[in-house]
């Protein structure tokens, strides 16, 4: 299994993916999509089989 490369330290000493969040334009809006439309959010009645860590 492939490990990820080390994430580069940019400006402000903040991770390079810390950063993209910082500039996409739409982080906020896709954050914010759960709280906004509970709906759509899957709850343990959509899972009743599914355990946590596989335990049954």
């Known amino acids: ?6 994430n580069p330290i940019r400006a ?11 500039l ?3 982080d906020e809006a896709f954050a914010a999509a759960p709280a906004e439309h509970p709906e759509a959010c899957s709850c ?3 899972y009743p089989d599914w355990t946590p860590g596989g335990v049954s």
């Open 44 to 46: 343990a009645d959509d």
């Open 12 to 22: 402000g000493g903040l991770p390079e993916c810390e950063l993209r969040h910082l």
């Open 24 to 26: 996409d334009t739409l």
């Open 1 to 6: 299994m492939a490990t990820a490369p080390p």
